[in-house]
């Protein structure tokens, strides 16, 4: 028995490189706009933050999912 670390569960890609996958998470009752929009935000704040080279960006943010889906609800009624 040694010391070690755990085991890789999943990795992430783009252009078949190796990238760092992040999810924010939003609790129960939450609005989803106001959790994407601050999600977003944060994002581009950290993004500044990084080393040259690093970046970090949204890669699916929430708010035009449910833009679409009520256009979609809106357009049936």
Excluded: C, F, W
């Excluded at 929009?37 to 993004?47: L, P, Q, Y």
Aim: aromatic share 2%; no cysteine.
């Amino acid at each position: 028995v040694g010391i070690g670390r755990e085991l890789r569960t999943g990795s992430a890609s783009v252009d078949g490189r190796e990238v760092v996958l992040g999810t924010a998470l939003m609790l129960i009752g939450g609005n989803s706009r106001t959790v994407a929009a601050a999600a977003d935000a944060r994002i581009k704040e950290i993004s500044k933050t990084l080393p040259p080279g690093i970046y970090a960006h949204t890669v699916l943010n929430r708010t035009q999912l449910v833009d679409a889906t009520v256009h979609t609800v809106a357009s049936n009624l």
